[in-house]
């Protein structure tokens, strides 16, 4: 049977196997209680069977449970679109919003989740931006793109001559993807979290009507249009989404990891692609950023 320990220990080992995972650091409280459950895993004596036998007109309800147990994971089915209702964006936004915060859909992010983190920005927005899931401090302020790679992306969209209330910024998943008890850091949301929560972006999309979509890292872009590629292949060109050019780019959080202008180049040359197509001004300053001098 695996312990306490070795569960956490291949938790983190798969926290780790994800980009957007750097660090994970127990609290002393949350050592204290796993060296307890440690102590309570230990082997105990093994209790005689049941000396009265069970029915045999139906299995013994404990082995129900352990084939239902043994069952892989339920398939993820894709969830139904959302009914939108209102006679404006903002209205229809904010049903859309209300409705999200009300949302219980994943309970164990229910119950973690300090804010449901719906979106911010224009409804009538022409550029909207994709990420992930909230982070710890997304959930605390119920604002995406707050923390550090927030700020970043709030510099590119400056840099490109706009403000965040110009954009729209949304995420696949609204409430944060819960860590271990004790543990800090951020995870990447499962599939299962994304197909049940994607239907609120769709409804976002289909409401805004942006001219074009910004999808920033792997998870973003998996969550729109599926496990079609790396992010390193799909950046660069425009893909599509329900009729809507989506440009793939790298994730803030890349870059507050990799800061040399040969990768800040490549997410900026994504971003020229995008004001191109939205026929934005670009001046000869915007188009030398981050090249060698
Ligand atoms: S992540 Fe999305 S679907 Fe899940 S509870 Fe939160 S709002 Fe609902």
């Given at each position: 049977m695996t312990g306490p320990r070795e569960a956490l220990r291949s938790y983190v080992q798969f926290l780790h196997e994800h980009e957007d995972v750097r660090h994970v650091r127990l609290s002393r409280t949350a050592k204290e209680g796993l060296a307890r459950l440690t102590a309570k895993s230990k082997p105990q004596p093994v209790a005689p069977p049941p000396t009265v036998a069970a029915p045999r007109t139906s299995p013994p309800v404990a082995t129900t449970i352990a084939r239902s147990s043994m069952a892989t994971a339920p398939a993820v089915v894709p969830a139904a679109p959302l009914e939108i209702t209102g006679s404006t964006k903002a209205?229809?936004?904010?049903?859309?919003?209300?409705?999200?915060?009300?949302?219980?859909?994943?309970?164990?992010?229910?119950?973690r989740r300090h804010t449901v983190v719906f979106g911010v920005g224009n409804p009538e927005a022409k550029l909207m931006f994709v990420g992930e899931a909230p982070g710890e401090e997304e959930d605390l302020q119920g604002e995406p793109f707050v923390g550090r790679a927030g700020q970043l992306l709030t510099k590119m969209i400056v840099a490109m001559g706009l403000t965040r209330e110009q954009v729209y910024i949304g995420n696949i998943v609204k409430c944060r993807p819960d860590m271990p008890l004790g543990t800090s850091g951020n995870r990447k949301p499962t599939k299962q979290e994304m197909e049940t929560c994607v239907p609120y972006l769709r409804a976002q999309i289909e409401v805004i009507k942006p001219l074009v979509l910004v999808a920033l890292g792997a998870t973003a872009i998996e969550g729109l249009l599926g496990p079609i590629g790396s992010i390193g292949s799909l950046r660069g060109k425009f893909h599509e989404f329900r009729g809507v050019p989506l440009m793939p780019t790298f994730h803030p959080s890349y870059l507050l990891r990799n800061q040399s202008n040969t990768e800040k180049r490549k997410v900026w040359e994504d971003l020229l692609k995008v004001m191109e197509r939205l026929e934005m001004p670009v001046s000869e300053k915007q188009r030398g950023f981050f090249l060698a001098k």
């Amino acid at each position: 049977m695996t312990g306490p320990r070795e569960a956490l220990r291949s938790y983190v080992q798969f926290l780790h196997e994800h980009e957007d995972v750097r660090h994970v650091r127990l609290s002393r409280t949350a050592k204290e209680g796993l060296a307890r459950l440690t102590a309570k895993s230990k082997p105990q004596p093994v209790a005689p069977p049941p000396t009265v036998a069970a029915p045999r007109t139906s299995p013994p309800v404990a082995t129900t449970i352990a084939r239902s147990s043994m069952a892989t994971a339920p398939a993820v089915v894709p969830a139904a679109p959302l009914e939108i209702t209102g006679s404006t964006k903002a209205e229809q936004l904010r049903h859309l919003a209300e409705r999200a915060a009300a949302c219980v859909k994943c309970p164990h992010l229910v119950a973690r989740r300090h804010t449901v983190v719906f979106g911010v920005g224009n409804p009538e927005a022409k550029l909207m931006f994709v990420g992930e899931a909230p982070g710890e401090e997304e959930d605390l302020q119920g604002e995406p793109f707050v923390g550090r790679a927030g700020q970043l992306l709030t510099k590119m969209i400056v840099a490109m001559g706009l403000t965040r209330e110009q954009v729209y910024i949304g995420n696949i998943v609204k409430c944060r993807p819960d860590m271990p008890l004790g543990t800090s850091g951020n995870r990447k949301p499962t599939k299962q979290e994304m197909e049940t929560c994607v239907p609120y972006l769709r409804a976002q999309i289909e409401v805004i009507k942006p001219l074009v979509l910004v999808a920033l890292g792997a998870t973003a872009i998996e969550g729109l249009l599926g496990p079609i590629g790396s992010i390193g292949s799909l950046r660069g060109k425009f893909h599509e989404f329900r009729g809507v050019p989506l440009m793939p780019t790298f994730h803030p959080s890349y870059l507050l990891r990799n800061q040399s202008n040969t990768e800040k180049r490549k997410v900026w040359e994504d971003l020229l692609k995008v004001m191109e197509r939205l026929e934005m001004p670009v001046s000869e300053k915007q188009r030398g950023f981050f090249l060698a001098k």
